[in-house]
């Protein structure tokens, strides 16, 4: 059957269908080994940080802060305005820093550690990881200051914090959400 683009009855029983498959898989724990193995390498962050580390400075030169100047012009600007910045998804970095080129469907991002490994090397990403969990504990701690004079503070942590947690996220990802999140 083609897709025509439109969505019917028959798109929400397969997608029904797929729910009910992965359910029932998940529950009996009746996974094929190839689903396994891409749920293995798409969620294991230590995976593609050992690509980009295999991949940098060999096939590709560092960036030597490139990405985060980047990462900082776009967080500021909006798009309206900035018509060519980068989307989000992490497409670009992971063919550039990884060697591996991803679909139009996949979002896979080298995660902010691998993206400093990208741009500084080992003990620049390695100093890059304290000041940027160092400078998200600044952040809490003057969120939390205010919280105690008026507790609706609390409701900014999950919601700018929801992104900036993950270790999987690009630095600009993070850095565009905390701006327009906090704005």
Same mark, same amino acid.
């Given at each position: 059957?083609?897709?025509?683009?439109?969505?019917?009855?028959?798109?929400?029983?397969?997608?029904?269908?797929?729910?009910?498959?992965?359910? +029932? $898989?998940?529950?009996?724990?009746?996974?094929?080994?190839?689903?396994?193995?891409?749920?293995?390498?798409? +969620?294991?962050?230590?995976?593609?940080?050992?690509? !980009? &580390?295999?991949?940098?400075?060999?096939?590709? =030169? +560092?960036?030597?802060?490139?990405? *985060?100047?980047? %990462?900082?012009?776009?967080?500021?600007? @909006?798009?309206?305005?900035? =018509?060519?910045? %980068?989307? /989000?998804?992490?497409?670009?970095? #992971?063919?550039?820093?990884?060697? #591996?080129?991803?679909?139009?469907?996949?979002? &896979?991002? *080298?995660?902010?550690?691998?993206?400093?490994? %990208?741009?500084?090397?080992?003990?620049? %990403?390695?100093?890059?990881?304290?000041? +940027?969990?160092?400078?998200?504990?600044?952040?809490?701690?003057? !969120?939390? $200051?205010?919280?105690?004079? $008026? @507790?609706?503070?609390?409701?900014? !942590? @999950?919601?700018?914090?929801?992104? /900036?947690?993950?270790?999987?996220?690009?630095?600009?990802?993070? *850095?565009?959400?905390?701006?327009?999140?906090?704005?």
């Amino acid at each position: 059957e083609q897709d025509t683009g439109t969505h019917g009855v028959g798109s929400i029983f397969a997608w029904a269908k797929d729910l009910a498959e992965g359910l +029932y $898989s998940s529950v009996t724990f009746s996974w094929d080994r190839d689903f396994v193995a891409d749920i293995a390498v798409r +969620y294991n962050q230590g995976w593609i940080i050992h690509r !980009v &580390m295999n991949f940098v400075p060999s096939e590709e =030169p +560092y960036a030597r802060g490139e990405t *985060l100047v980047e %990462a900082g012009r776009n967080a500021l600007l @909006p798009r309206f305005l900035a =018509p060519q910045k %980068a989307l /989000a998804g992490g497409r670009v970095h #992971m063919e550039r820093f990884a060697g #591996m080129p991803l679909s139009a469907t996949t979002s &896979m991002n *080298l995660g902010y550690a691998g993206e400093l490994y %990208a741009n500084f090397g080992f003990y620049g %990403a390695l100093t890059g990881c304290f000041v +940027y969990a160092g400078l998200l504990g600044l952040l809490f701690r003057w !969120v939390a $200051s205010r919280a105690i004079r $008026s @507790p609706l503070w609390w409701a900014f !942590v @999950p919601y700018v914090g929801s992104l /900036a947690f993950k270790s999987e996220e690009g630095i600009a990802e993070v *850095l565009n959400w905390i701006v327009k999140a906090a704005i």
